[in-house]
């Protein structure tokens, strides 16, 4: 079996910032660890605002001949990044369960799925349109010019390192934007990776510029102050997120996020329930339950509760827990001790307050951060978990007896990311549909992400669109021309 380390040469495992892979101005590094073993897997540069400042200088550099580089020259690189992803994936994929604990099959869906943003903003590469009208009382015309936003600045996270990156930075590049991203300190590897691979198939140096570090406040706040950031986007918790917008309100700048999600899951008693718990299996343990559009919180109506809940605790009681790279493994390991600590936290405060669990529930003793799959019942609505982002494989269970109970409870959160339905009537589908709070749903289906679909939430989980049409938009201004024709 191959090292997964060697995707990615040691030269490599450094800034990079224009046309180098430096270190650190301080010469500073710090460990990545496989979250399975606890063991130290590689050793990256530890940036400080100096580096943050010198990538900024890059892509700032590279941002007059990028905004005018041909529509076509921007797509036929971005299409050699998507080729060169799936070329590489099964290395890619066993770098980011080696870094980040998901599953080896888990993570060959997220390098296609990381990859397809690049295949997809291709195409909208030579897709970006403006307009020529006249002027309804006439005597002048309307010119409407899309241009790039500029230089751009991206905060990324842990659980999916290379497609919250992916969903970023094609779109940027698309519409001709530069860009400086910064990784999740826990999962660098996958990020310097892409950037090797674009460097690899000619993007000009100065358009990618990944920069590592375990100081992300300072790096990322010099990053906002500087006049020369024109973009924003981050994905994270809301808590994070309310940070950078205060930080980014400074200089005004065009900003999406991707907070926070506390999805409810509702199975209707009309619902075809082989659907309902095949999808209800993904959407919460996709990812291991660490993604924030999982199902938080599982509603099912009364007269389907007992079989429902009974088919889904077998499913997930038959799960197998181990390290990501082993075969047969469903169940990888959690990103950290502080996520374990946390979640066990929520499981004993349900049981606390009457909940009683059905399978799993008690974390495991040895090495690396595990959380067994977990299931839990009679969950009181002053649970801590109902409030929380779960992020993890614990999947509470909560009965319902009327559509208007079910969606006053789905809706009782300062979240609006995602919702599940699982029914058969349509008229149904659609009330709920109209009645969620959120930015998208699912209906009698638990995977809803795809880079032709607009991702995005509303409430605290959000501002603006990733992917579809609307996701190049978001690096997009638009100068109007006035032009007197009489």
Request: charged fraction near 25%; aromatic fraction near 6%; glycine fraction near 10%.
């Amino acid at each position: 079996m191959s090292d997964p380390m060697n995707v990615l040469a040691p030269e490599h495992r450094r800034l990079r910032i224009g046309d180098a892979w430096r270190d650190a101005a301080s010469g500073a590094t710090f460990a990545v660890e496989d979250p399975a073993t606890g063991r130290t897997i590689a050793e990256v540069a530890d940036a400080g605002v100096v580096d943050g400042l010198a990538a900024l200088d890059a892509a700032s550099t590279a941002m007059g001949q990028w905004a005018t580089t041909p529509p076509r020259r921007r797509s036929e690189l971005l299409t050699a990044t998507y080729l060169a992803l799936t070329e590489r994936a099964e290395e890619i994929a066993r770098l980011i369960t080696l870094e980040m604990g998901k599953p080896l099959a888990e993570a060959r869906a997220e390098v296609a799925y990381g990859a397809e943003f690049f295949r997809w903003f291709a195409e909208e590469a030579v897709r970006v349109e403006g307009r020529y009208s006249t002027a309804p009382a006439g005597g002048y015309r309307i010119l409407t010019v899309p241009k790039p936003v500029g230089p751009c600045v991206f905060v990324t996270p842990w659980n999916f390192p290379l497609a919250m990156g992916a969903r970023k930075i094609a779109p940027a590049l698309a519409a001709g934007c530069t860009t400086v991203t910064k990784p999740a300190a826990q999962t660098p590897l996958t990020m310097l990776v892409l950037a090797r691979i674009m460097e690899q198939v000619g993007v000009p140096p100065g358009v990618v510029n990944v920069v590592t570090t375990r100081r992300a406040g300072e790096v990322v706040a010099a990053l906002l102050a500087d006049g020369r950031t024109r973009k924003l986007s981050f994905t994270g918790s809301t808590e994070v997120g309310r940070v950078l917008l205060r930080q980014a309100a400074d200089n005004v700048l065009r900003t999406s996020m991707e907070l926070g999600g506390n999805a409810a899951l509702i199975v209707c008693a009309d619902a075809d329930l082989d659907v309902a718990v095949d999808g209800a299996m993904v959407a919460k343990m996709r990812n291991i339950g660490e993604s924030c559009i999982a199902a938080n919180r599982i509603y099912v109506e009364e007269p389907v509760r007992e079989e429902f809940t009974a088919r889904f605790a077998e499913r997930m009681g038959a799960l197998s827990v181990g390290h990501g790279l082993d075969d047969g493994v469903n169940v990888g390991a959690l990103i950290d001790e502080t996520s374990v600590a946390r979640i066990d936290e929520l499981v004993v405060d349900a049981v606390d307050r009457g909940a009683r669990v059905l399978v799993g529930g008690k974390r495991p003793d040895g090495p690396g951060h595990f959380y067994p799959p977990t299931v839990l019942v009679d969950v009181p609505d002053d649970a801590q978990m109902l409030r929380a982002e779960i992020f993890g494989p614990v999947a509470p269970i909560i009965s319902f007896t009327s559509d208007d109970e079910v969606l006053a409870k789905a809706n009782d959160t300062e979240h609006g990311l995602v919702g599940y339905v699982f029914t058969r009537d349509l008229q149904r589908a659609l009330r709920f549909t109209e009645g969620l709070d959120t930015g998208m749903i699912g209906i009698n289906r638990g995977l809803i992400s795809d880079p032709s679909a607009p991702f995005g939430g509303v409430k605290q989980s959000g501002v603006g669109k990733e992917g579809s049409h609307e996701g190049i938009l978001e690096y997009l201004d638009v100068t109007y021309a006035a032009i007197d024709l009489p």
